[in-house]
């Protein structure tokens, strides 16, 4: 399994921008896909975005328009950028990585083998 850190939680007003990050060691960065997901207090995680090793996006439909998940092989991190920022976007952001084809992207969260620890989101209103 490949070792994860997320970076760039923080609070934020609404209609800010933040920028997370996921840094990767452990395995080759490349043979893995990698996705964003979110769970906010009393709420079941949820799906936000991913990305596969081809660099094929998907994202879920409360954040498409505004987040744009995208990954930098050569520095073994992904990244995901939050635009128009919504206080019901405040969560904790984790970041997840499995290894898989060139066009595996997954959206569910039990497809994905390793996690990182999760990063605060706060947007206040």
């Known amino acids: 399994q490949v070792q994860l850190v997320e970076s760039g939680g923080g609070l934020v007003q609404a209609g800010g921008s933040l920028r997370l990050s996921c840094a990767a060691s452990?395995?080759?960065?490349?043979?893995?896909?990698m996705g964003w997901f979110r769970q906010a207090p009393g709420k079941e995680r949820e799906f936000v975005a991913t990305?596969?090793?081809?660099?094929?996006?998907y994202y879920s439909d409360s954040v498409k328009g505004r987040f744009t998940i995208s990954r930098d092989n050569a520095k073994n991190t992904g990244y995901l950028q939050m635009n128009s920022l919504k206080p019901e976007d405040t969560a904790v952001y984790y970041c997840?990585?499995?290894?898989?084809?060139?066009?595996?992207?997954?959206?569910?969260?039990?497809?994905?083998?390793?996690w990182g620890q999760g990063t605060q989101v706060t947007v206040s209103s």
């Open positions: 997840a990585a499995e290894s898989g084809s060139l066009w595996f992207a997954p959206t569910r969260d039990v497809a994905f083998g390793s």
């Open positions: 452990g395995r080759t960065f490349t043979s893995y896909a």
């Open positions: 990305i596969s090793r081809s660099g094929s996006t």
